[in-house]
């Protein structure tokens, strides 16, 4: 499915590809024109990739939060990745410019970074390594990260960075290119392997703290080796489409149901779901206006429907 819905994005946009146009361009034929194939390069395939890869990035980050922290409203956001890259954009929009799509990025993958760094210091600081520490942790840097946002946009120029600002808040893949793609490729691999090298551990994690002390489970490195590879593969793909909500949260759920399982096999296929509304939400955002739709209001428009259908259908929740 997901794999169809890559091959209509590729073809959708103001100049059409077929997907006789793809075969040829694949084989190598020389009857696709340069301009077809100029297209094809810097244009569909990276966007389409760049989807693909956000969707999997927040899919799979949204299931191993919901496992480690036993909570099914865990998301991204919980420990407040998704606060610090806003924030560090924002920071970013306003000191250098609105268009400074370099800065920008740079600032937002960062300042994920540096929230989740953050998060950690304060566990630290409680000398509590409970899930609950590490909520109320992400919820305080979200707070924080809101109220500099908002002093901030108080500040900015009305025409120019604060519409920046607000339009990064609701994503958008239109900017994407191979160069900013190929630039977070190596941090999103890095968090991806690293998540399923520790597949095993991630499933343990899902059980009492005092069971898992029991099979021999380091907690306390574990929960932070999967906590910094789940944000470095989140802040390296938001760095460069902005936030794209509800993705992180409505895959976990859906692979659950589908599976009614919650292991390993579960965060894979929530990679799958996440990229399959993604990229569905990013061909929507192409075609159903004149002009583009931000990529926000598509992911919760197809997902919303997407959970309730398999909530109706299915017969047990197993989270």
Same mark, same amino acid.
């Given at each position: 499915m997901v794999l169809i819905i890559a091959v209509v994005s590729i073809c959708n946009g103001k100049y059409s590809i077929s997907v006789n146009d793809i075969f040829n361009i694949i084989?190598?034929?020389s009857e696709v024109s340069s301009l077809t194939k100029n297209v094809f390069f810097t244009l569909r395939l990276p966007r389409t990739f760049m989807a693909i890869i956000s969707g999997v990035a927040l899919g799979m980050a949204g299931c191993?939060?919901?496992i480690i922290f036993k909570n099914? !409203?865990?998301s991204p956001d919980i420990i407040g990745i998704a606060g610090g890259a806003n924030l560090g954009a924002a920071i970013s929009i306003v000191a250098f410019s609105s268009s400074a799509m370099a800065a920008i990025t740079t600032g937002s993958f960062w300042g994920g970074l540096l929230a989740v760094l953050g998060v950690m210091a304060m566990v630290k600081a409680t000398h509590s390594h409970s899930t609950a520490t590490y909520v109320l942790a992400g919820i305080v840097i979200n707070a924080m990260s809101k109220a500099l946002? @908002?002093?901030l946009k108080y500040f900015a120029d009305s025409e120019?960075? !604060?519409?920046?600002i607000e339009y990064w808040e609701m994503g958008s893949f239109g900017n994407i290119t191979s160069s900013k793609l190929l630039s977070i490729l190596p941090f999103f691999l890095v968090g991806l392997?690293? !998540?399923i090298l520790l597949r095993r551990q991630i499933e !343990? @994690?899902? @059980?009492s703290d005092n069971e898992c002390k029991a099979l021999g489970v380091r907690i306390r490195p574990i929960r932070i080796s999967i906590l910094v590879l789940s944000t470095l593969m989140v802040s390296s793909v938001v760095s460069v489409t902005g936030l794209v909500s509800f993705a992180g949260l409505i895959a976990p759920h859906i692979a659950r149901l589908i599976l009614k399982r919650n292991n390993a096999t579960t965060m894979m296929l929530s990679g799958v779901v996440g990229s399959f509304v993604v990229l569905s939400a990013d061909v929507l955002a192409r075609t159903i206006y004149s002009a583009e739709l931000p990529i926000s209001i598509l992911?919760?428009?197809?997902g919303v429907p997407l959970l309730v259908y398999f909530m109706v259908t299915a017969k047990k929740d197993r989270f």
């Open positions: 084989t190598n034929n191993v939060y919901q099914p !409203l865990a946002i @908002m002093t120019n960075e !604060l519409a920046a392997i690293g !998540l !343990l @994690m899902s @059980m992911t919760t428009v197809i």
